[in-house]
């Protein structure tokens, strides 16, 4: 390939990376992501296969990107907490400056299995990493709980498109950087001291007694297992047991479904955390909303949260429109309460704060090996505690 043909693909990717990013990898055509590079969507074909092909090699740009942060802190790194700095530092950059992490969050499900099997390689790769770092300097430590707090780890630069909001990359970078560390030294309780208990794990597999609700259950699982565009009506009538024609007698459509999933999801988790608030006493209203969350994740809710993140998008922008409204309000209970414990903290950071504690969560939960853990809803709460509450910020004021 010459220079400029390699450059040209290069301009390409980028600019695949920004309307996949903003659009949705199935919202955008060949025709836009020619046009964003000067190009007519014929002669994009002389550089890549198909658009599933620059999806791909986007995301394999972003890998790159890691791994030369990788190689340099093993490089310069003269002690695992100073290599572990240099990593997590160029992280902060990539993801504060740059935004990398969304397209792999969100467009992971449309890649092919040896492709999602490499991806996921590289993630489990530098999770490990982190994991393998923390264990040295946290030699207490078991295997299993330095591989938790890795993840977690990783998860927070990976949560930075929830978190940005109205800041400054270089306020992001430092809030970021307080978490990692505050992570990196979480002490992870033993079973016996968590708040609640794991009953909120899901029991048996229930199927609803109403054919609508089957129909949303249904909708539920498989969206959340395959990604909204994978999965056809026959396949969500066939797992509620229903016809075809039944399912259009009770439901104009797909998109409809996912509307009715999210927005009453995302309605009953206010109601929930309301009522819960309501009963807490004066003071006590941030650890209400961990208990309420924890609990929340780890029963039949927990499987919205992939759907949410990712197939939000795909909605009519009226629709979008109305779920960022209630995602907002129930953002505002998280903030209230951190600013009620933490007066000091200002509006922006403890909305940082409450929006990478929700996004390690839902990532940790993801995560069948750590949902699996035998106190997970222990080994959460204290997560909470040092997203939420991180020593660095929270003692400086």
């Known amino acids: 390939m010459s220079a400029n043909r390699g450059q040209r693909a290069d301009q390409i990717i980028r600019a695949a990376t920004e309307l996949f990013t903003a659009s949705g990898y199935r919202n955008v055509s060949i ?45 310069l790194g003269r002690t695992p907490e100073e290599a572990l700095g240099l990593f997590l530092g160029g992280l902060g950059d990539l993801t504060a400056n740059h935004d990398v992490a969304i397209l792999w969050r969100r467009e992971q499900q ?24 923390i264990a040295v300097l946290r030699p207490e ?17 990976s949560n930075t498109t929830g978190t940005r ?20 030294g979480c002490a992870l309780p033993e079973a016996d001291s968590a708040r609640i208990d794991d009953t909120s794990r899901p029991g048996h597999a229930r199927r609803p007694a109403g054919r609508r609700e089957r129909i949303l259950d249904a909708a539920s699982n498989l969206f959340a297992q395959r990604g909204f565009h994978d999965v056809r009506i026959d396949d969500i009538a066939h797992a509620a047991g229903i016809s075809v024609a039944t399912f259009y007698h009770l439901v104009p459509g797909k998109t409809e479904i996912l509307e009715a999933i999210l927005v009453r999801g995302l309605e009953g988790a206010l109601y929930t955390f309301t009522d819960a608030l309501a009963r807490s006493a004066p003071g006590e209203e941030l650890d209400t909303l961990v208990d309420c969350h924890v609990r929340q994740v780890l029963g039949v809710h927990g499987r ?20 960022a409204t209630g995602r907002r309000e129930i953002m505002d209970e998280w903030v209230a309460a951190l600013r009620g414990r933490v007066p000091s903290l200002s509006k922006d950071d403890a909305d940082a704060l409450a929006n990478l504690y929700v996004g390690v969560v839902g990532d940790v939960i993801g995560a069948p090996d750590l949902r699996a853990r035998p106190h997970i809803a222990a080994d959460l709460i204290a997560l909470a505690n040092a997203i939420l509450l991180p020593d660095e910020l929270i003692h400086r004021r």
Not at 45 to 74: M, N, P, T
Not at 121 to 130: E, L, Q
Not at 171 to 181: D, G, K, N, S, T
């Open 110 to 133: 449309h890649l092919h299995p040896e492709q999602f099997a490499e991806m996921l390689g590289h993630f489990v790769a530098y999770s490990d990493y982190i994991a393998d770092k």
């Open 31 to 75: 025709e836009q992501i020619g046009a964003a590079v000067g190009l007519t969507g014929p002669a994009v074909y002389r550089h890549f296969d198909d658009k599933h092909d620059i999806l791909v090699q986007a995301l394999r740009s972003q890998v790159d990107l890691v791994g030369r942060l990788h190689a340099e802190a093993e490089t």
């Open 304 to 323: 919205l949260v992939p759907i949410y993140s990712r197939d939000t998008v795909y909605l009519p922008a009226d629709v979008q429109e109305l779920l």
């Open 165 to 184: 909001g109205r800041m400054t990359p270089a306020r992001l970078m430092q809030i970021q950087r307080a978490v990692a560390r505050s992570v990196i």
């Open 141 to 157: 430590l078991s295997h299993d709980d330095a591989r938790f707090l890795g993840f977690a780890v990783l998860s927070v630069y």
